[in-house]
Antibody
Framework: QVQLQESGPGLAKPSETLSLTCTVS????????WAWIRQPAGKALEFVGR???????NYNPSLKSRLTVSLDTSKNQFSLNLKSVTAADTAVYYC????????????????WGQGILVTVSS | DVVMTQSPLSLPVTPGEPASISCRSS???????????LDWYLQKPGQSPQLLIS???NRASGVPDRFSGSGSGTDFTLKISRVEAEDVGLYYC?????????FGGGTKVEI
């Protein structure tokens, strides 16, 4: 049973880079999509970006200029780097597997990690 | 972006009674493959979201059969046939047809 766990600093300073890692256990990362989703306090969920095991990437256009998602299958990990952060980037960040049930087309997120709160503050 | 609109925002429920949540998308979520790229998630208090329903009506593994999803195109419904106390939390719909993936604003279900 696949499980995901986010890790990284819980605090980032404005204008700096936020870096998070998601470690996948209980399964291989091959033939799957791996995604980041965030949730500001009291607000709805927001898709950040995803990467396929082949290296194909999709970013939320609203974050694309600041975002890098990468994959290290040898470590069973994928990562998020968001540069030039502001207070608006304060959120709980979740990593998740995005399944592809029909013809390798990505659909639902399952499972999710427990989430990590990142606060952007000086 | 595809806008997902849920109603109601808050839903008081009574254990043993049915409940229903509506989700409407600004564009059709029906793919040419015949599937609607609409999912439902439940976020219980203090937890991460968990998948309930995928592709409009497919119940996820381990999800009780009191949960069901229906609809096509732009109008979707999540139904709970008989609410249990453990069903409280925030329910979200999500579209996965177009990038970026977008979520509804959530419906808070409380006893």
């Amino acid at each position: 049973q696949v499980q995901l766990q986010e890790s990284g600093p819980g605090l980032a300073k404005p204008s700096e880079t936020l870096s998070l890692t998601c470690t996948v256990s209980g399964g291989l990362m091959s033939n799957s999509y791996w995604a980041w989703i965030r949730q500001p306090a009291g607000k709805a969920l927001e898709f950040v970006g995803r990467i396929h095991s082949t290296g194909s990437i999709n970013y939320n256009p609203s974050l694309k200029s600041r975002l890098t998602v990468s994959l290290d299958t040898s470590k069973n990990q994928f990562s998020l780097n968001l540069k030039s952060v502001t207070a608006a980037d304060t959120a709980v960040y979740y990593c998740a597997r995005q399944r592809a049930q029909i013809a390798a087309r990505p659909d639902c997120f399952d499972p999710w990690g427990q989430g990590i709160l990142v606060t952007v503050s000086s | 972006d595809v806008v997902m609109t849920q109603s109601p925002l808050s839903l008081p429920v009574t254990p043993g009674e049915p409940a229903s949540i509506s989700c409407r998308s600004s564009e059709s979520l029906l793919h040419s493959n015949g599937y609607n790229y609409l999912d439902w998630y439940l976020q219980k208090p203090g937890q991460s979201p968990q998948l309930l329903i995928s592709l409009g009506s497919n119940r996820a593994s381990g999800v009780p059969d009191r949960f069901s999803g229906s609809g096509s195109g732009t109008d979707f419904t999540l139904k709970i046939s008989r609410v249990e106390a453990e069903d409280v939390g925030l329910y979200y719909c999500m579209q996965g047809l177009k990038n970026p993936v977008t979520f509804g604003g959530g419906t808070k279900v409380e006893i």
